[in-house]
């Protein structure tokens, strides 16, 4: 494969070679399972696309192949999917879109070596892991619905070229010279093996060549369809890290079958921890819609934003297999679908609640993200605002707002809480000192989306929600009254500091709000809380 147009790696590449090829040679093996994924994503890939494309269609007996050759010491990877256009080539194969190398290389750092195989994955860079195991890899491809195809070649180190090829029918050929040190993976045996451990799950037939005939290699059922008996701990996991890209434990598995006015069957998960960049994905929820065990897409929003980082399956027979994108928009069926998941969560969430440890390292994950729901779902808020957990002025570790409620003083009537960014300052806050010097509860909001939910939320139990910057006036109602001498010297004080402070400030006032500071800045009684003020200044409003 020499000849053809050269191109150089983006820059980021290169470095990603040289990380992926060294911090991961102890788990070689991954590579057939990236390649193998890719090679069902694409397949999966052109069976949706066909849906408003005929020149797509699929192929009867679509399948993944695996060929060794050990003479040739070649080992090649077929597939029928959607294949790649020149451009595609060049763009999918020699840039890295979705995650710096930086951020991927501190990410490997920070984990044990039995780790790093998932952080692959996560960072969409599967592809490259075909370099721990060949010197060089040829990629020959043919899109869907065209009659061109491409090879590209490269040895991984530095750059790649782009030559004309043939290719009888659409679909993509990884083509894997095998390094001296990589014989296991020419044989047929041992590549069944990995198929078993990492692919089993995967939908579209695999096939394994040996001696001249390509023997199945994958059991392909769908997980979800099989009985919670025949599933095993090891099964769930590693489907979860399948399609969660993620490579932690769930913290729950939600696995049931819906019958009567709709029917499914959904297998969903709750990641144990915060996977890497959450925050900066999509906001949509990622869950694979199935028809008839057949993968549709991953793009219908079966479930609320709130819940993205929820992951899984949902299959159901209430669809037609051919339903396209247009038709997922406006049926109903996937509305009964996303309000029967959504309160099965939901459920879920408030059974492993009673367990508060574990439920506060669900909270500290996920409960920001939770919040948001409170702030843009008004189906959902009360159950969200009973779920949720909160800092306090005056209790250890998490609290709820039953708790506070029912923690209230004699002729206190609102819910008082104090939002800022830095959650170890905040406790030692001047807002905090008359209501701590009163003994008043304050809860304590640090996560950006606490300065827009509480004033959607209003009340709970029928308690209005108050920021402490604007409740001086409630703190006066559980206060004495100055001494006549108090009030003398602060006739003198007050105008001579509106004096000095002059448009700085809209009013100066005295107040019993403080106990140990001598003044503190307060938001005028209407107006937006503190914090919120600093965020529309931080953004330029
Ligand atoms: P990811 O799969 O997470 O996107 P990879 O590094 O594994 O990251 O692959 C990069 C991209 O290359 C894929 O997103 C896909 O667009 C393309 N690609 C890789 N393998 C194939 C294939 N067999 N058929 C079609 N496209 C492929
Ligand atoms: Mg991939």
């Known amino acids: 494969a020499t000849g053809g147009e050269e191109h150089a790696f983006s820059a980021e590449v290169g470095r990603l070679l040289d990380l992926v090829v060294h911090a991961l040679y102890s788990e070689r093996e991954i590579f057939l399972r990236e390649l193998v994924a890719n090679a069902a994503d694409a397949t999966d890939r052109r069976r949706f696309e066909a849906l408003t494309d005929a020149a797509q269609a699929l192929p009867e007996g679509a399948k993944v192949r695996i060929e060794p050759d050990k003479d040739a010491r070649r080992l090649t990877i077929s597939d029928d999917g959607a294949g790649m256009s020149k451009d595609e080539l060049a763009r999918n194969l020699g840039t890295i879109a979705r995650s710096g190398t930086r951020a991927f290389g501190e990410e490997l750092a920070k984990h044990k070596p039995d780790e790093r195989s998932g952080l692959i994955g996560q960072f969409g860079v599967g592809f490259y892991a075909a370099f721990m195991v060949a010197e060089h890899v040829d990629v020959v491809s043919r899109r869907a619905g065209s009659d061109e195809a491409w090879r590209w070649s490269s040895d991984g180190k530095g750059s790649f070229t782009l030559s004309p090829a043939t290719r009888e029918q659409p679909g993509t050929d990884i083509i894997l010279y095998m390094k001296e040190d990589a014989d296991e993976f020419l044989d047929a045996w041992r590549l069944e093996a990995i198929v078993r451990k990492w692919a089993d799950h995967i939908a579209w037939p695999i096939t394994i060549r040996s001696d001249g005939e390509d023997k199945a290699a994958n059991a392909g059922t769908a997980l979800w369809r099989k009985p919670r008996s025949e599933v095993t701990e090891e099964q769930l996991t590693e489907f979860y890290r399948h399609v969660s890209h993620n490579f932690d434990t769930p913290w729950a598995t939600l696995h049931w079958h819906a019958e009567g006015t709709i029917d499914f069957t959904a297998l969903l998960f709750i990641p144990g921890s915060r996977p890497f960049e959450f925050g900066e994905q999509v906001r949509e929820s990622r869950v694979r819609l199935h028809v008839r065990r057949m993968f549709i897409t991953d793009d219908a929003a079966l479930l609320p934003p709130w819940l993205r980082f929820v992951q899984g399956v949902v299959d159901t027979e209430d669809l037609p297999l051919n339903v396209s994108r247009e038709m997922l928009q406006a049926t109903p069926v996937l509305q009964r679908i996303r309000k029967a998941v959504t309160n099965r969560v939901l459920n879920e969430l408030r059974t492993r609640a009673k367990d508060v440890e574990s439920y506060a390292g669900f909270w500290d994950n996920f409960g920001p993200v939770v919040k ?72 304590l909001l640090t996560d950006p989306v606490d300065s827009f939910w509480p004033d959607r939320l209003g009340t709970f139990e029928s308690k209005p929600l108050r920021s ?63 914090q919120l003020q600093r965020l529309l200044r931080r953004s330029g409003q």
């Open 372 to 443: 948001e729901g409170i702030w843009d779902d008004a189906e959902y808020r009360t159950d969200l605002a009973g779920l949720a957990r909160f800092r306090s002025s005056t209790e250890e570790g998490w609290t709820t707002l039953a708790d506070y409620v029912a923690r209230m003083k004699d002729g206190q009537e609102a819910i008082y809480y104090l939002t800022g960014d830095n959650p170890d300052t905040l406790p030692a806050s001047a807002q905090l000192e008359g209501f701590k010097a009163r003994g008043i509860e304050v809860l």
């Open 468 to 530: 402490v910057s604007q409740s001086h006036a409630d703190l006066e109602k559980f206060e004495a009254p100055l001494s006549e001498g108090e009030k003398a010297e602060l006739d003198t004080l007050l105008p001579a500091l509106k004096d000095a402070l002059g448009d700085a400030v809209s009013e100066v006032r005295g107040s019993t709000r403080l106990v140990s500071s001598a003044v503190v800045l307060a938001a005028a009684g209407q107006g937006p809380d503190l």
